[in-house]
C-alpha cells in the first residue's frame, strides 16, 4: 500500500492565491444572485459577487427548452467582450449551427464582433472520437484552451458525453470537473433532465451525482399555468408558458435561494427576476 504524499497539505497552505471573485454570466438579473460574507469589527456583511464564483464548475440543469443553450451562450460572449479566451465544446449541435446562435446572441447584447476571435469552438457533434473518448476529448479541450489562452470552459451538453452509457456519468463529470480545476478555468456545463424528473429538484440525466461534483448548480424549468390560482401566483393567462430558474447550491460563495421568474425576450436573451415571493408579495 503506497502513499500519495501529494494528496497531502496543511490547512492554510493550500488555497494560498486563490481569490473569492465573481464572473459576470452575462444574463440580467444572475449576477446579483451570488454573494460573499465580509468581516470587520463590525460583524459580517453580505457584498454582491457579481457573478458566478471564479474557478467555479457550474451546472446548468433542466428539461428541454427552457434557456440551458442560451445561459451557456451568453456566459460566453460576456467572457469574450471583456478580452478573456473561451472554449465552447458542442456535443449536440454542428460547430456551423452553434456560430450562427453565437452571432445572433452577439449582436442581440451588443458586443463587438472582434470579441469573436476569443472563442474556439470544438465540435464534439459531429466527431465521434471526441465525444466518445474522453481522453481524445480532454486532449482536444486542451489544445482548444491554448489557442486562445482561454480563462473560461463551456459544455453543451454533459448529457451527451454518456447518454448512452449513464453509469458511467460519475466518472466522466468528475474527470471533467479535475480538467476544470488542473487548468484554473471557470466553467458553464448544461445537462438534461429525464422528463420524469421533478422540474425544480437538481437531479439530471446521470442522477444527483452530477450536481453533487460540481460547485454551483442552476435548475431551469418551465410549466404551463393551468389554473386560476396559477395564474393569480404567476401573473400570467391560463395557458401561457412561465420559466423558472433556482439556484440549487453553491459550495464557493453565497446565493440567494428563492426561485425566480426566467423570461426570454423577443430577442432571444435569458432575464432573471423578479423572485416568485417578491411577485407574490406586491413588492
Known amino acids: 500500500m503506497s502513499v500519495i504524499r501529494e494528496a497531502i497539505s496543511r490547512a492554510g497552505q493550500s488555497g494560498h492565491g486563490l481569490r473569492l471573485e465573481g464572473v459576470p454570466t452575462g444574463v440580467a438579473g444572475l449576477d446579483a444572485l451570488f454573494y460573499r460574507v465580509e468581516f470587520s469589527e463590525d460583524g459580517p ?3 454582491p459577487l457579481g457573478g458566478f464564483p471564479r474557478g467555479a464548475a457550474v451546472h446548468v ?3 428541454s427548452d427552457t434557456g440551458k443553450s442560451l445561459l451557456a451562450e451568453q456566459f460566453c460572449l460576456a467572457q469574450a467582450q471583456r478580452g478573456e479566451g473561451v472554449v465552447f465544446v458542442t456535443v449536440e449541435s454542428p460547430a456551423a449551427f452553434v456560430d450562427m446562435a453565437l452571432q445572433q446572441r452577439r449582436l442581440a447584447m451588443g458586443i463587438d ?3 469573436m476571435q476569443n472563442i474556439v469552438i470544438v465540435d464534439a457533434a459531429m466527431h465521434d472520437a471526441v465525444r466518445e473518448d474522453l481522453p481524445t476529448f480532454l486532449a482536444t479541450a486542451k489544445a482548444a484552451l491554448e489557442e486562445v489562452k482561454a480563462r473560461h470552459l463551456v459544455i453543451d451538453s454533459l448529457t451527451g458525453l454518456y447518454e448512452a452509457r449513464e453509469m ?3 466518472s466522466i463529470v468528475r474527470r471533467i470537473y479535475q480538467f476544470v480545476k488542473e487548468n484554473g478555468l471557470t466553467a458553464v456545463l448544461t445537462s438534461q433532465k429525464r422528463s420524469g424528473h421533478e422540474e425544480l429538484s437538481a437531479e439530471a440525466a446521470g442522477g444527483f451525482a452530477v450536481s453533487h461534483i460540481l460547485d454551483v448548480t442552476l435548475v431551469l424549468a418551465k410549466k ?3 389554473s386560476a390560482a396559477q395564474s393569480r401566483l404567476w401573473h400570467a393567462p391560463i395557458g401561457e408558458m412561465v420559466r423558472f430558474l433556482r439556484i440549487d447550491g453553491s459550495r464557493l460563495c453565497g446565493h440567494d435561494t428563492r426561485t425566480h421568474f426566467l423570461t426570454i425576450t423577443r430577442e432571444g436573451l435569458l432575464q432573471v427576476g423578479p423572485s416568485i415571493a417578491a411577485e407574490g408579495s406586491g413588492q
Open 45 to 47: 456583511r453580505t457584498c
Open 61 to 63: 440543469t433542466g428539461i
Open 113 to 115: 464582433k472582434d470579441a
Open 168 to 170: 458511467q456519468a460519475r
Open 224 to 226: 404551463i399555468v393551468l
